[in-house]
């Protein structure tokens, strides 16, 4: 990336889980040569403003409205970089930049770039030990964008296939009752033994880290600022920490 070329690009970029020295260089370095700054208010509200730096703050619920002016600014030559938090592959903007792509031969031609971010799922077992050391998956627990039953499927099969598991958006104050259901089957499913790990807001001041068995846990323990990471049969307490053995079960 050339920051003193009048080509115009784009770059999707992972801001991590919130601490700034998890930040990549490599983000770093797009952020400095930046014009604009475009993504979700809190994560724009991040960024230091600067001379010659534009900030586009919106919404959580534009994703495509902001990627099409991301894409629009890019093809207009500045240099653009779109921020989510975690990685941006992950339940974030690269997937609706490429969505947005589609039908516009000229966009996809542009300078388009995904930078990778730590994801709230990493950080959040790396603080807990090793929770997700063999088979996991990652679920999405908002229906925002996909039906409610669907959710229950997929955590249904996962839990039935003996996958670790690791949920973003478990609890909003929209849906107080959507994780109370997930709960139920995954003690339906795993048994009440199986331990959960609740981190919330890891990397930040406001971190904290609770594991518990099944049957101890209670909907009130997460939050949208919250991952909820699920172990497997074989994951286990040592000290303080929770790990999944990496040999097969």
């Known amino acids: 990336m050339n920051p003193d070329s009048v080509q115009g690009w784009l770059c999707i970029a992972g801001l991590g889980p919130g601490d700034p020295q998890l930040v990549t260089p490599e983000v770093t370095s797009a952020i400095d040569a930046a014009t ?50 975690g990685d941006p592959g992950v339940f974030a903007m690269a997937s609706a930049v490429f969505e947005a792509l589609v039908g516009r031969p000229d966009w996809q031609a542009l300078d388009i770039r995904v930078l990778p971010g730590i994801t709230a ?6 603080r807990a030990g090793a929770p997700l050391g063999h088979d996991f998956c990652a ?22 296939a003996d996958f670790a598991m690791a949920f973003y958006n478990p ?17 339906e499913t795993c048994g009440p033994d199986r331990l959960i790990t609740f981190a919330r807001a890891v990397s930040t001041a406001e971190e904290k880290l609770l594991t518990v ?13 919250t991952v909820v990471i699920v172990g497997n049969s074989a994951t286990r307490r040592v000290g303080r920490f929770v790990y999944t053995p990496r040999s097969a079960l």
């Open 36 to 85: 604009d700054i475009v993504g979700y208010i809190p994560y724009v509200a991040r960024i230091a403003p600067r001379p010659g730096l534009t900030l586009h703050a919106s919404d959580n619920r534009v994703e495509m409205d902001r990627a099409r002016a991301a894409l629009q600014m890019a093809s207009s030559g500045k240099q653009v970089v779109i921020v989510s938090s």
């Open 121 to 126: 799922m990493l950080a959040a077992a790396a």
């Open 139 to 160: 679920i999405n627990l908002s229906d925002n964008l996909k039906p409610a039953a669907l959710i229950e499927a997929r955590v249904r099969a996962a839990a039935g």
């Open 171 to 187: 609890r909003s104050a929209s849906r107080p009752h959507t994780f109370g259901r997930v709960l139920e089957v995954l003690r």
């Open 213 to 225: 068995c099944l049957a101890e846990a209670t909907p009130e323990m997460a939050d949208m600022r």
